[in-house]
T-cell receptor, first 114, second 113 residues
Framework: LAKTTQPISMDSYEGQEVNITCSHNNIATNDYITWYQQFPSQGPRFIIQGYKTKVTNEVASLFIPADRKSSTLSLPRVSLSDTAVYYCLVGGAYSGAGSYQLTFGKGTKLSVIP | DVKVTQSSRYLVKRTGEKVFLECVQDMDHENMFWYRQDPGLGLRLIYFSYDVKMKEKGDIPEGYSVSREKKERFSLILESASTNQTSMYLC????????????FGPGTRLTVT
């Protein structure tokens, strides 16, 4: 079972780029890495997903090194509305082999300061 | 617009009661999930269902059971609620395929007294 480790909290000023790293040393071959954002009193919301190298969408980039033992979520030019908890999730497709393996990190609370 | 709804936002039950938490998705997704979220522990998977009447245990299934009689509905059952099951419960769904993007409901805050 892939265990994930993230920083508990981070602070950033508005307009800066923020990088949040998640460690997942025991990631399995068929595991994907997904990042979610959660605001208070809401369910998590999908940000980005990747398997290896770099993925970019309209809100974030995800960097995954060749050994896939970590991943870094990059948020360009954060604003106050990006203040939230960010979770990394490591997991793969259902294989029919028994219990389903999905591991969320404990989350990184990002505070954006004016 | 994608939607996952949960039957209650807040619920208060007594120890020993049988509790049903309902989740409905309108996206025709094959996969549905139940998580609990606790401070300092993040989200932990309780049960997963990949098809009607099919289920798999997650990381913390003890004390819980699930039911999926229809594709759009996934129920979490606490047979005999205990105080250590006080938590935020989140339901999610996802489509089969290469993407594991999950869509979450707003959550149910359950308090067991």
């Amino acid at each position: 079972l892939a265990k994930t480790t993230q920083p508990i909290s981070m602070d950033s000023y508005e307009g800066q780029e923020v990088n949040i790293t998640c460690s997942h040393n025991n990631i399995a071959t068929n595991d994907y890495i997904t990042w979610y954002q959660q605001f208070p009193s809401q369910g998590p919301r999908f940000i980005i997903q990747g398997y290896k190298t770099k993925v970019t969408n309209e809100v974030a980039s995800l960097f995954i090194p060749a050994d896939r033992k970590s991943s870094t979520l990059s948020l360009p030019r954060v604003s106050l509305s990006d203040t939230a908890v960010y979770y990394c999730l490591v997991g793969g497709a259902y294989s029919g082999a028994g219990s389903y393996q999905l591991t969320f990190g404990k989350g990184t609370k990002l505070s954006v300061i004016p | 617009d994608v939607k996952v709804t949960q039957s209650s936002r807040y619920l208060v039950k007594r120890t020993g009661e049988k509790v049903f938490l309902e989740c409905v998705q309108d996206m025709d997704h094959e996969n549905m999930f139940w998580y609990r979220q606790d401070p300092g522990l993040g989200l932990r998977l309780i049960y997963f269902s990949y098809d009607v009447k099919m289920k798999e245990k997650g990381d913390i299934p003890e004390g819980y059971s699930v039911s999926r009689e229809k594709k759009e509905r996934f129920s979490l059952i606490l047979e005999s609620a205990s105080t250590n099951q006080t938590s935020m419960y989140l339901c999610a769904s996802s489509q089969d395929g290469d993407s594991y993007e999950q869509y979450f409901g707003p959550g149910t805050r359950l308090t067991v007294t």
